[in-house]
């Protein structure tokens, strides 16, 4: 039997944000889009900050460094908006 494995690549490639929602564009063709909503940095950034991104973590991770945040391809995978502020 032949079994044919697809490997996941999780590496960012990608990364766009409109007024509603961030989407990020996996290694492996996968998009992930999230509501803006749950990243209140981003949400309240302008678009010209939004669109100053890197890759960080060996490309697992997303950077602005305009904005000082910060997010995992593994927690927009497992849908984990921002942490409530205390």
Known sequence: MNISARIA???VADVR????????DLMDGRT???PLAWYP???HA???QRAVWEPCG???GIHWPQLDED????GL??????PKAA
């Open 9 to 11: 690549d999780e590496r």
């Open 77 to 82: 995978l497992r849908g984990a908006p921002a």
């Open 17 to 24: 944000c409109d007024d509603a929602s961030l989407s990020v």
């Open 32 to 34: 992930i889009s999230v």
């Open 58 to 60: 060996g490309g697992y």
């Open 41 to 43: 940095r981003l949400l």
């Open 71 to 74: 997010l995992s391809t593994e």
């Open 46 to 48: 302008t678009p010209e």
